[in-house]
Each structure stands twice: as C-alpha cells, then as structure tokens.
C-alpha cells in the first residue's frame, strides 16, 4: 500500500483508497461495513454499523463480523509499524473474545497499544529473530457501554 507509517496511516482514513485496499485484502470488512475512523501512532479505531450484511438471527451484529473488526483494529497498528522497514510476516496465532451485550447500532472497536507494537517491531528490526505480542481491543456502543473485549496473538518475524 504505501512504505511509510504516515503514509500507511493516510491511506486507510481516505475513503477511497481504503475501500480499494479492502477490496484487495480483506473484502468481507467492506461487506460487513467495517470503517478506520482514526489511527496514530498509538491509538487505533474502528466502528461498524449494525445492518443486514452483519447480521446474525438474534437481531445483533454476527460474532464473525465484531472479531474481524477487533482484529482490524489490533493488525493496523502492526501493519503501520512495520511501514518502511525490512519484510515482517506477521499471522494472528491465537485470540480470544468475551462478549457482554448484544451488538446493535454503532460499534466502536478501540486498542490503544501502539507504543508495545512500535518497541516489539523496533526490537525484532535491529535484533531479528521472532516474537508474539497480545494485542486487545474493546468494543462499545453508542452509549459508550462495553459489548465485547478481544484479544489477538499476533506472531511477528523479521524475514
């Protein structure tokens, strides 16, 4: 997509070119309406909105969907880490969910660990070898009450 974090970063908030980037990549987070609403450095957030291409038979959002946002939420952070930098394979290995409510209206996916994925990738980079890092992401409503929190094992090595 681009070879710079700042560029990498740019690139997922434009409209256009995000959804050409899915597309490409990840189609089923357009069919489910999954959108990067801000990213830095440290922070990273994602929002889905309850409609029928996510839904489930209970009336909520389909668990499938609300994982693949968690997981968009953690891997962006990594994959705007590794921008710029010699090839990294990077593979969630193990995750992890708890829900708490029924997902309807606007879902937030928030994970805010950006400085533990910056020094795991700062490391690898000038040491190589392999690493794993826990990487989580919570999930709120539009009332800003917890639905859900998710956790990903992401397995990171410096090729």
């Given at each position: 997509m681009t070879t710079d974090p700042q560029s990498y970063r740019r690139a997922l908030m434009h409209p256009v070119k995000y959804r050409?980037?899915?597309?490409?990549?990840?189609?089923s987070l357009i069919?489910?309406?999954?959108?990067?609403?801000?990213?830095?450095?440290t922070t990273s957030t994602?929002?889905?909105?309850?409609?029928?291409?996510?839904?489930?038979?209970?009336?909520?959002?389909?668990?499938?969907?609300?994982?693949?946002?968690?997981?968009l939420s953690t891997g962006i952070l990594v994959q705007a880490a590794i921008q710029g930098k010699n090839p990294f394979s990077m593979l969630v290995v193990e995750s992890k969910a708890s829900f708490y409510k029924k997902a309807k209206g606007i879902i937030t996916f928030n994970c805010s660990q950006g400085d533990e994925v910056q020094n795991?990738?700062?490391?690898?980079?000038?040491?190589?070898?392999?690493?794993?890092l826990w990487l989580s992401s919570k999930a709120t409503n539009e009332a800003g009450e917890l639905i859900g929190e998710f956790a990903f094992k992401w397995a990171l090595k410096k090729k």
């Open positions: 050409f980037y899915m597309l490409w990549r990840l189609p069919f489910w309406g999954v959108k990067v609403s801000n990213i830095n450095e994602v929002t889905m909105k309850h409609r029928w291409t996510n839904q489930n038979p209970f009336g909520s959002i389909y668990f499938s969907a609300l994982n693949g946002a968690a997981e795991t990738i700062d490391a690898l980079n000038s040491e190589g070898g392999d690493s794993t």
